[in-house]
C-alpha cells in the first residue's frame, strides 16, 4: 500500500473474466437487506460537494446490482454514469433493472472490469465506491491514478465497512482456521487485514493534494427474521467461503449450522429483532483546481 507518483490518464485492459478466488455473488441475497445496505451510501452521496460541469462523467467502482448506482443519477440527472464491476451475476441484475437513459438526459451503462487494475480512461468528475474497497487488497495503491483521473475539482468519495474485528467476522475467521475446515477454506474468513483506519486514509488522500473529510459512523441495525445475522453475511462476508466449497452441500450445510451457532451466541435475539452493531468508514477527497 503506497502512494506514487500518479501517471498520466490511460485505459487499461480488464481480464474477461474472474480469477478462481473471486468469490460467486448472488444479487437476490445481497439485496434481501437493501434497505440497510443503502442507507451508508446515502449518508456519502450527501456529503459529496458540486461537481466541476453540468454533465458530469461518473465512475462507481464496484458497482454491485446497481441500485446505489441509479442513486447517482437522481442527484445528477444529465450525468453519463458506469457502473463497474467483476461479477457477471452482479452486472447482469444491474443492467437489466438500471441500464438506460435517464430523465434528465444522462445515462446509465454497466461494464466489467476488475477494479483492482481499472484506471480512468477519460478524465472524470466522481469516481465514487461504496462497500467494495475491502475486497481489493491494493486499492490505497491505486487512489493516485484515480485522483489523476479527476478533472480539477473533481471528487473521489467511498466508503467500507469497518467491523471486520466484530463477532460476525472474528468468528468466521476462527472456524475457517479450524482442523475440520483448515485444509478447504484457510484463510478466507480474515481477509481484510489490508483495510487501513480513518485517519491512514486521511493522511495518504491529504498527501495526494486533495481537501479531504473522513469519518465514521457506526450503524446499529435491528435485522429481523430467522438467524438474521447468518443471513445479513450470506451475501456478503460468506461469499468467498460458498464458493470455496462450491457443490459440496453437506459442506455448505455443516458449516453453515457451525457457523449459525457461533452467531446465535454472540448475537441473541431480542423481543424486537437482533441488534447488529455495523461500523463505516467514509472518505471524500476534492481534487484542487
Known amino acids: 500500500m503506497h502512494s506514487d507518483a500518479a501517471p498520466a490518464v490511460r485505459s487499461r485492459t480488464v481480464t474477461e473474466g474472474p480469477t478462481p478466488s473471486a468469490p460467486t455473488w448472488d444479487p437476490q441475497q445481497y439485496l434481501r437487506h437493501a434497505g440497510h445496505r443503502t442507507r451508508p451510501f446515502v449518508d456519502l452521496l450527501a456529503r459529496i460537494p458540486d461537481l466541476p460541469t453540468q454533465a458530469p462523467r461518473i465512475a462507481d467502482l464496484g458497482c454491485g446490482p446497481g441500485n446505489v448506482t441509479a442513486l ?3 442527484r445528477w440527472s444529465k450525468a453519463r454514469i458506469t457502473g463497474y464491476d467483476l461479477s457477471r451475476e452482479m452486472l447482469e441484475r444491474a443492467a437489466e433493472e438500471h441500464a438506460g437513459p435517464t430523465p434528465g438526459g444522462g445515462s446509465l451503462d454497466f461494464r466489467h472490469a476488475d477494479i483492482a487494475s481499472w484506471l480512468p480512461e477519460e478524465p472524470y ?9 475491502q475486497w481489493v487488497p491494493s486499492h ?9 483521473g479527476l478533472r480539477p475539482g473533481g471528487t473521489f468519495a467511498f466508503q467500507i465497512p469497518g467491523n471486520f474485528q466484530a463477532p460476525s467476522h472474528s468468528l468466521l475467521a476462527a472456524l475457517c482456521d479450524t482442523p475440520r475446515w483448515r485444509p478447504r477454506l484457510a484463510g478466507l ?3 481484510y487485514i489490508h483495510l487501513l483506519e480513518p485517519g491512514e486514509y486521511l493522511a495518504r488522500l491529504t498527501e495526494l493534494g486533495c481537501a479531504v473529510e473522513v469519518w465514521e459512523t ?7 427474521g430467522p438467524d438474521p445475522v447468518l443471513d445479513w453475511v450470506k451475501g456478503t462476508a460468506l461469499r468467498p467461503v ?26 441473541p435475539p431480542g423481543p424486537r429483532g437482533t441488534v447488529f452493531p455495523f461500523r463505516r468508514v467514509f472518505a471524500i477527497a476534492r481534487k484542487e483546481n
Open 72 to 74: 447517482l443519477a437522481d
Open 125 to 133: 468528475d466522481l469516481i465514487v465506491s461504496n462497500a467494495a474497497l
Open 140 to 148: 490505497p495503491g491505486s487512489f493516485a491514478a484515480w485522483i489523476n
Open 189 to 191: 474468513g480474515a481477509r
Open 218 to 224: 457506526t450503524y446499529y441495525q435491528m435485522l429481523t
Open 242 to 267: 460458498l464458493t470455496a466449497l462450491g457443490e459440496d452441500q453437506e459442506a455448505v450445510s455443516d458449516f453453515l449450522l457451525q457457523y449459525r451457532d457461533l452467531l446465535r451466541g454472540a448475537y
